[in-house]
């Protein structure tokens, strides 16, 4: 399936990864220029009707996340999933160490191998990578993506419909909650195959004293029209 593929040739290795952490360090959320083409994402939201590729189905009504509702890929991940992830983690692992060298906090081995088999070590066998779909009326509560005590401290979404085309509204919104202040809100509406990367939890912020941790939360805002779908690729595995 791996035809005319544009930058997902080997995803990630065209992207400006200086750019994209000063983006990251400036604002908490970094947008990449078009990752997957059209037809490719058109592949992956296709995907969503076929039970046998997911391990799991949350109707985020029911626990009150939401309107919408998720799959979750069962191992082994489709193809596209599966290079994504692969090719975007090491890049992304030399940004989260630098977080992490900022934050004191242990760091991150240098492929997707390596944190599996630390997620591995703490109970945490299971794919995180995910389709999102929301239709009129759907949105996201602002949460975080906490699997298990292993947490690779970035993800990427990507968007796989038009905006204006596909839907309207629904755009991604991002709250950094900054220590005694009020909160800073980020909105963003990427295009169809742009990625957005972001924290999972928080990150590093400079202040008076050094670094801090800030914690960022994400969501969706109502989508007014048409359906939207959203393939996130988490890199931690869950319990
Ligand atoms: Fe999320």
């Known amino acids: 399936m791996h035809d005319q593929m544009t930058i997902t040739d080997t995803p990630g290795t065209g992207l400006d990864w200086?750019?994209?952490?000063?983006e990251l360090d400036r604002s908490g959320v970094a947008v990449t220029p078009p990752i997957l083409t059209p037809a490719r994402c058109a592949e992956l939201l296709a995907l969503y009707?076929?039970?046998e590729l997911f391990r799991s189905t949350v109707v985020m009504s029911r626990h009150a996340f939401g309107e919408g509702d998720y799959r979750y890929f069962a191992d082994p991940l489709p193809g596209l999933v599966r290079d994504l992830r692969e090719h975007l983690y090491p890049p992304l692992a030399r940004i989260a160490n630098r977080w992490a060298a900022r934050l004191g906090e242990a760091a991150f081995p240098?492929?997707?191998?390596?944190?599996?088999?630390?997620?591995?070590?703490?109970g945490q066998h299971r794919p995180t990578p995910l389709v999102l779909r929301y239709g009129p009326?759907?949105?996201?509560?602002?949460?975080?993506?906490?699997?298990?005590?292993?947490?690779f401290p970035l993800q990427v979404a990507f968007?796989?419909?038009?905006?204006?085309?596909?839907f309207t509204g629904g755009e991604s919104v991002f709250v950094e909650q900054r220590?005694?202040?009020?909160?800073?809100?980020?909105?963003l509406r990427p295009g169809v195959g742009q990625g957005l990367i972001f924290p999972v939890r928080h990150r590093p912020v400079p202040g008076a004293r050094g670094f801090r941790r800030v914690a960022m939360r994400h969501?969706?805002?109502?989508?007014?029209?048409?359906?939207?779908?959203?393939?996130?690729?988490?890199?931690?595995?869950?319990?």
């Open 137 to 151: 009326g759907g949105y996201n509560c602002l949460h975080q993506d906490v699997y298990g005590d292993v947490t």
């Open 18 to 22: 200086a750019a994209l952490e000063a």
């Open 110 to 122: 240098d492929d997707l191998a390596g944190l599996h088999e630390r997620c591995a070590a703490a």
């Open 179 to 187: 220590p005694r202040q009020q909160s800073r809100p980020v909105v």
């Open 159 to 166: 968007m796989l419909s038009a905006p204006d085309t596909d």
């Open 49 to 51: 009707d076929r039970d």
């Open 219 to 239: 969501g969706v805002s109502e989508i007014r029209s048409g359906r939207r779908h959203v393939l996130g690729v988490v890199f931690h595995n869950a319990r």
